[in-house]
């Protein structure tokens, strides 16, 4: 009988990487420190209504791929029928062999719907549209189902200071028990002045949300601190800001008041008062992160909304961003190096986007490594375009040759759907077949207790102990001793 696609040794290519991952990686809980869930959406314990809803909504992954296959927008974004978005999908997905897009559907058919006998494609579309619909309907197939079912045990959802929390709340006064879902401090917006005709309005709603009437730079940051006091009672333990460097030029504060009395007005900043505001504030998030002993997270190479004409029918995060070419390494050691000297910095999760920039960031995190956090800076895992396996072998690689793999905090989705959480066992599963190898070729000791131990680490023991959640502390990590009986 032919085996399925997706099997149960499915990347594991030695004796070494299958014993890895069967006895010691495939039943860890989920810590998914990053991610765009709906909180809402885990809140209320969303009922999808079909495959549509659930998996192809706010996807971009795979509206980028169905574009490529020359499918007309009204099939992907538009008014078409749910049945005709998914068929037109299910057609698209044949053509995506050697994009990671084709192992994640088949890895999410299977481990969300148990449909591990077929291939997804226009002639087997119509039943597994059926079968995964009638699924829908059941229990075990809500939102805070599929996420008990994957085994998440931590949620990181992310949100702007004037967010609420009320859905964080909702999920906490709900007694549901897992997973629980914290907030992440996202402060993007106040940095973003490159629209000063629509920024008083932010600042309108910062200030409501706060309290503070915002008149100055120093009630700014006031308020600022006030949201941030906010997401810490609520659990918060994680700040993350995206943009395409870090914001290091010199300044002072009058040049960042000087900007802000312009941006108050909705007028543009001169391109020196514009950097010093934003290295200014970007220094005064990083200093109250560090202060409550939070994680700071940067997502640098992004370049977003190139598609002009898409953007203004669609709007952002509609898959029309790229990978950047900008030159990250000076200002973020200047960035790192100006809280560093004063002992303000924070723990410190760093992202690129461009892969030549892998060893960049490797090398980097060694120059600002300090006690007594192990693994105080972080080389974060390969993000977005990156998160394939191509792209995590060589995060893994790098970080391997210029810092130390064993202290890595491992995988996330950073992902918009609740389908998406097998990306942590597609990261698990080559991470054994890497190590694996490794033991078969004499690289490392070919001694599975040991090397079987780090695996337990990265996947889940070390990201318990480096976010130190509230509902961690004080708990015991998994045992990186003898596998014998976690198969």
Known sequence: MKRPFIHEDFLLETEQSRTLYHSFASRLPIID????????????????????????????????????????ERFITGNATDLEKFSAWAA???????????HWTHLELLRVFGIGDVL???????????????????????????????????LCTTEDPVDDLRFHAAMAASGAGTPEMLPTFRPDRVLAIDDPEGYPGYLRSLGEAS??????????????????????????????HGHETAFAGDYTVQDASSALRL???????????????????????????????WVQQFHLGALRATNTRMRRLLGSDAGFDTIGD??????????????????????????NLNPRDNELLAAMIGNFQSGPAAGKMQFGPAWWFLDQIDGMTRQIEALSAMGLLSQFVGMLTDSRSILSFPRHEY????????????????????????????????????????????????TRPVAAGSHAGTS
């Open 263 to 293: 941006l108050m007005r909705g007028e543009a900043p001169d391109p020196r008062q514009a950097a010093a505001f934003r290295a200014a504030l970007a220094y005064e998030l990083a200093v109250m992160d560090w202060e409550k002993g």
């Open 120 to 154: 997804l494609g226009p002639e087997t579309a119509r039943d597994v549209w059926e079968k995964c619909n009638e699924l829908l309907a059941t229990p075990g197939c809500t939102a805070q189902g599929i996420l008990q079912r994957m085994n998440v045990e931590i």
């Open 326 to 351: 900008v030159s990250l390494g000076s200002t973020l050691a200047r960035f790192l190096d100006r809280l560093d000297e004063h002992d303000r910095l924070a723990k410190t999760v760093l992202y």
């Open 427 to 474: 990261f698990r599963r080559l991470l054994c077949h890497i190590l694996g190898t490794d033991m078969r070729r004499g690289l490392i000791p070919d001694d599975i207790d040991l090397v079987g131990g780090m695996v337990r680490d990265i996947c889940y023991n070390n990201a318990r102990r480096y976010f130190a959640f509230p509902r961690m502390r004080g």
């Open 211 to 240: 309290g503070v009437d915002i008149g100055s730079w120093d009630e700014l940051l006031a308020a600022l601190r006030k949201r941030h006091d906010y997401f810490h009672e609520r659990g918060c333990r994680l700040s993350d």
């Open 92 to 102: 698209t997905v044949p053509k995506t062999l050697r994009n990671p897009l084709y």
């Open 33 to 72: 420190y990053h991610n765009h869930l709906s909180p809402r959406d885990v809140a209320e314990n969303r009922r999808y209504e079909n495959l549509t809803e659930i998996w192809l909504a706010g996807d971009h992954y795979k509206w980028r791929a169905m574009r490529a296959c020359g499918v007309d």
